[in-house]
């Protein structure tokens, strides 16, 4: 399953040991993918407000930008549609599908795991952004 979700997210990792992170759900008893996924978040936030910065809007635009597009809600609207479910180990002491959270933080620990794994290239997590759709078609029309 690895090069379908390599090929999903369009990015081929180098260590490969980020990807299993990453896709990892949380457990009591583990942290699971909740690192990355707090490191996730800040660079969605980051590639989010560098493009809103170079479009050169308002700073009231870039919080609704943030609102909008960085909440779980839409994270996890983006993993549904991905189907990303199938590829998260799930918890095993639970028989139910993956929840809400779990898929918004997995989404951030992939960009989390991507911006690692590529030594903080932004074009690489740019790319992955842009593959799994995680940009409004336009920024300004977002806020």
Same mark, same amino acid.
């Given at each position: 399953? +690895?090069?379908?979700?390599?090929? &999903?997210?369009?990015?081929?990792?180098?260590?490969?040991? /980020?990807?299993?992170?990453? %896709?990892?759900?949380?457990?009591?008893?583990?942290?699971?993918?909740?690192? /990355? =996924? %707090?490191?996730?978040?800040? @660079? /969605?936030? #980051?590639? #989010?407000?560098?493009?809103? *910065?170079?479009?050169?809007?308002?700073?009231?635009?870039?919080?609704? $930008? &943030?609102?909008? *597009?960085?909440?779980?809600?839409? @994270?996890?609207?983006?993993? !549904?549609?991905?189907?990303?479910?199938?590829?998260?180990?799930? !918890? %095993?002491?639970?028989?139910?599908? @993956?929840?809400?959270? =779990?898929?918004?933080?997995?989404?951030?620990?992939? $960009?989390?795991? @991507?911006? $690692?794994?590529?030594?903080?290239?932004?074009? !690489?997590?740019?790319?992955?952004? +842009?593959?799994?759709? %995680? *940009?409004?078609?336009?920024?300004?029309?977002?806020?």
């Amino acid at each position: 399953m +690895e090069p379908e979700f390599e090929c &999903l997210i369009g990015y081929q990792f180098q260590h490969r040991d /980020l990807m299993e992170e990453a %896709l990892e759900e949380a457990e009591p008893e583990t942290a699971g993918n909740e690192r /990355l =996924a %707090l490191l996730g978040d800040k @660079v /969605l936030a #980051l590639m #989010l407000l560098q493009r809103w *910065y170079g479009e050169g809007n308002t700073t009231e635009q870039g919080t609704n $930008l &943030l609102q909008a *597009y960085a909440c779980n809600r839409q @994270v996890t609207s983006r993993a !549904r549609a991905l189907d990303l479910q199938k590829f998260i180990h799930k !918890r %095993l002491d639970l028989e139910r599908s @993956v929840p809400d959270h =779990a898929l918004a933080s997995t989404v951030e620990a992939i $960009l989390g795991a @991507v911006w $690692l794994d590529s030594e903080e290239k932004i074009k !690489r997590v740019n790319d992955v952004m +842009e593959k799994i759709s %995680l *940009y409004p078609s336009n920024i300004c029309d977002a806020t």
